[in-house]
């Protein structure tokens, strides 16, 4: 069983909070924490994913689905607060009567390091860090003539790393521990695994840096979002898909409440990401059918049948087309709760 220091993680370390455009200046409550990294996207209609964080400053955007350069307007994200934040007009994210899903993470704690002076990776690195949950921001300035080390400071081995230069033309990419560090994934991109020793330098991270190759995508400056799994709390994983409606289950050791699964074999197929705040299927508990495309500006896609089951201790896949055979998909879970909690009381099962 999967014990955790994170027994409340809506309260401490990622929260999903729905809201519903005004066309006005609105703040949106119900995080319960300062977030970090905010990523919102239009439910019922197609509009950019927009990601602000707190490293950057919150009126400062990336778009996942392209390789748009960092842009700076205070009509998306204006500030972070207490238990939330507060969005401006722009109809991306808060269009009036439009539905809105925000997805939610917390640092919180100021990181530095001069790796001169440490001796800790070859280039300069700071951000913000939260070592119970297995988070840090990362904001890096490198000339990628020459691999680097680079400081991330979770104290824990990163299982997946999401980076992007903030320059214009330069692809979201994506180290995913299930498919190594010969290899990366584009998030905004439906590709298959990109094999280049350019990205990741062929190295593994450590408990205390990740290394970067000489690729243009890391010439300048480049944000980094890293992340260490923490039992009870975070999954990160592979499984080979079964192309059947009684799909594979998926042990994570908690109920999910934010499911990211990308086919890592074939190209054409999008990421896909679930939680456990939007539609489930009418009766059914936890089935969920519908599902968003980092890759896309698409409206939220549905189906009636649902896609997958969040069960207390994993994920079972309920549509053979997101489980095509021989297929491998990598994925990445965050618990709504530990199957059991620190105090070693198990989570009600269903």
């Known amino acids: 069983m999967a014990y955790t220091d994170i027994d409340n993680p809506s309260e401490t370390a990622f929260n999903t909070v729905l809201y519903t455009g005004?066309?006005?200046?609105?703040?949106?409550?119900?995080?319960?924490?300062?977030?970090?990294w905010t990523w919102l996207k239009s439910r019922s209609n197609g509009q950019?994913?927009?990601?602000?964080?707190?490293?950057?400053?919150?009126?400062?955007?990336?778009?996942?689905?392209?390789t748009q350069a960092e842009t700076s307007y205070s009509q998306y994200v204006k500030s972070f607060n207490s238990d939330g934040f507060v969005l401006g007009t722009d109809s991306g994210i808060n269009q009036s009567s439009q539905t809105f899903v925000s997805w939610n993470w917390k640092a919180g704690t100021s990181f530095t390091n001069d790796a001169s002076s440490t001796s800790v990776g070859s280039v300069d690195s700071a951000g913000s860090v939260n070592t119970d949950a297995g988070f840090s921001i990362i904001n890096v300035v490198k000339n990628n003539t020459t691999a680097h080390?680079?400081?991330?400071?979770?104290?824990a081995v990163p299982q997946m790393i999401i980076g992007k230069n903030l320059a214009n033309g330069f692809r979201w990419i994506v180290y995913h521990q299930a498919i190594g560090n010969t290899h990366a994934q584009y998030?905004?991109?439906?590709?298959?695994?990109?094999?280049?020793?350019?990205?990741?330098?062929?190295?593994?991270?450590?408990?205390?840096?990740?290394?970067l190759g000489t690729d243009n995508s890391w010439n300048g400056t480049s944000i980094?979002?890293?992340?260490?799994?923490?039992?009870?709390?975070?999954?990160?994983?592979?499984?080979?898909?079964?192309?059947?409606?009684?799909?594979?289950?998926?042990?994570?050791?908690?109920?999910?409440?934010f499911f990211l699964v990308k086919n890592a074999t074939e190209?054409?197929?999008?990421?896909?990401?679930?939680?456990?705040?939007?539609?489930?299927?009418?009766?059914i508990g936890n089935i969920i059918k519908n599902r968003l495309f980092p890759d896309t500006n698409a409206a939220e896609g549905t189906n009636s049948d649902g896609y997958c089951d969040f069960v207390s201790n994993g994920v079972k896949i309920r549509k053979a087309g997101d489980s095509n055979s021989a297929n491998t998909y990598i994925y990445w879970a965050i618990a709504e709760n530990p199957f059991v909690t620190s105090t070693g009381t198990p989570t009600t099962a269903r």
């Open 187 to 211: 998030l905004n991109e439906n590709f298959a695994n990109t094999d280049s020793v350019t990205f990741w330098n062929d190295t593994t991270p450590t408990s205390s840096v990740f290394s």
């Open 48 to 66: 950019p994913n927009v990601v602000s964080d707190s490293v950057r400053g919150a009126t400062k955007q990336l778009y996942t689905a392209d």
């Open 267 to 283: 190209a054409g197929y999008a990421w896909e990401l679930f939680d456990n705040k939007r539609n489930h299927v009418d009766g």
């Open 224 to 257: 980094f979002y890293c992340f260490a799994e923490k039992k009870g709390f975070s999954k990160f994983g592979t499984y080979v898909g079964n192309n059947n409606a009684n799909g594979n289950f998926i042990y994570t050791g908690f109920k999910p409440a």
């Open 149 to 155: 080390t680079v400081a991330h400071g979770l104290g």
């Open 22 to 36: 005004t066309g006005s200046e609105q703040t949106v409550s119900g995080v319960n924490f300062q977030p970090d």
